[in-house]
Each structure stands twice: as C-alpha cells, then as structure tokens.
C-alpha cells in the first residue's frame, strides 16, 4: 500500500478495515492514531439513511485510555446502578440496556435533512451531560432499526454482547459502528480503528441475523399478548403497536434529537 499525506506519513495497517480510498483526505497524522476535521468524516463514509448518535465520556473519566477500550470493545450499554449492585442477578443474565438513548444522545438523523456539520459541532461543543473532553461518534443504518413499540428492541440490532471488566457478560454497541471521538478541546475526530465505513460480508450477515433475532423477540412478545392478555408479560406496555409507516416516525422523534 502506498504511503498517505500527512504530516507523519504514516501508513494504514494492513489489518485494519479502513483502505487508502477513505483515508486520502485525512489530513494529520500522530503516529498509528489519525485524526480528521469533523466535516471531513463525510469523505470517510456515506451517511445516507444513517442515524448519528454521541456518547460523552466524562462519566467514566476523560483519560484517553477510556476511548482506547471503547474502540477496542464498544461502548457499554447503561446498567442501573441498582442492577450493578444486586446480588440477586442470574449467572447467565446479560447487562446493559439495548434502547440506544439509554446509552448516547441522537444528534443527527438522515431523514431529518441535509447534515449540517456546523449545527452537529455546536451540538458537541454544548454537551448536555457533565462537560465531557471526549465524545464518541457513532453511525447507525436505520435499515437495521426494528420497528418494535419497546425501546429496547427497536436498537437491539446494534449491540453485541461480551464480557464486562469482571466478566460479566454485558451488552456493547458494536465497535464497528464506533466512527472515533471528538475532541471537544481541538474539535477534531481521532478515528476509531475498527469502525465499518461499509456494511457488508460477514458483518452484513451478522447484523441481519441480530435484526431478525429481535424482530422474533417482538413478534413472541406480541403473540403472547394476545393469547394471554396485556397483564401476562411484563415487558408489555399499554400503548398500540406501531405500524412500519408510523414506527418509521419512531427513528426521528423529537426527544431523540437535542
């Protein structure tokens, strides 16, 4: 492969996804991590029909190593404290909530229009939770959005499930939709390694067998419903199913977007 522009030439290894057609316009180098201008992530990857979500790391801390195991494992999904500290949770339960706005704010939607990266760094440069220095981008198709009335089923398809820091196993956005972190004190995107800018091969085939997984789990769910009453299933709630034209209205709901 030959060497790219930028102020370290350095070049793309050769293990990772990303091929020197998306990283010609990367303009800095900092030996293996690369940096891009956040509108320059448009030349990185398509966005149509893709929702952009964040999640700040201040929580957790600011260190770069919390973005190094976030690239490297995903972010984790949120678990309630009361649920961390219960005794009383099953060898074989997984931890982490699968309802993405439990996990990261939505700061852009296709449907919502043309993406205006001066209106997404305002949003990022005014993080509404704790100030954070880092903030994870992420990418997600909403081809694989199920159209479920439970939350945690309509973004299940994005998750993967691994083991926790003590070997719990606990449910993680998939690192492939991981695009890197934004820098609140520069304003650039440090580019996660292992993000997909393409959905396909064996990653396509993973998340169609994800989707239909949780398309199963909501119509087994909905059948029960109906043959034993909306009291018999604890996940059920009171409000109607959506039909695929109304639940699409789901990905953009206005509580989504900050």
């Known amino acids: 492969m030959s060497e790219l522009a930028g102020t370290n030439n350095e070049q793309v290894p050769s293990d ?30 398509s966005f149509d029909n893709t929702m952009i979500f964040g999640h700040g790391t201040a929580t957790a801390g600011n260190g770069h190593e919390i973005v190094e195991s976030i690239f490297e494992g995903g972010v984790k999904g949120f678990t309630s ?30 449907a919502n229009g043309e993406l205006d990266f001066s209106k997404l760094r305002e949003k990022l440069q005014n993080w509404p939770h704790r100030n954070p220095k880092n903030i994870i981008l992420m990418r997600f198709p909403t081809e694989y959005f199920n159209y479920s009335d439970m939350a945690d089923e309509k973004t299940e398809a994005y998750f993967t499930v691994h ?28 580019i996660n390694p292992n993000f997909e800018p393409n959905i396909s091969g064996e990653f ?5 067998e994800r989707l239909k997984k949780a398309q199963e ?5 909905h059948k029960k419903i109906e043959e034993s009453g909306p009291f018999a299933f604890s996940r059920s709630n009171s409000e109607p199913e959506s039909t695929p034209n109304e639940a699409a209205a789901d990905i953009d709901e206005s509580d989504w977007i900050f």
Request: hydrophobic share 30%.
């Open 81 to 110: 404290i009361g649920k961390v500290a219960s005794e009383t949770i099953d060898d074989d339960e997984v931890l982490g909530s699968t309802d993405i706005t439990d996990t990261a704010c939505c700061l852009w939607g296709s």
């Open 163 to 190: 083991e926790n820091e003590v070997g719990r196993p606990t449910h993680y956005v998939d690192r492939r939709f991981v695009i890197g972190n934004y820098d609140t004190e520069t304003g650039k995107v440090e």
């Open 217 to 221: 789990e909501t119509a087994a769910r």
């Open 16 to 45: 990772s996804p990303w091929g020197e057609e998306y990283l010609k316009d990367v303009p800095e180098f900092a030996g293996e991590r690369k940096f891009v201008n956040l509108e320059d992530i448009a030349n990185l990857c």
């Open 204 to 208: 396509k085939q993973e998340l169609d």
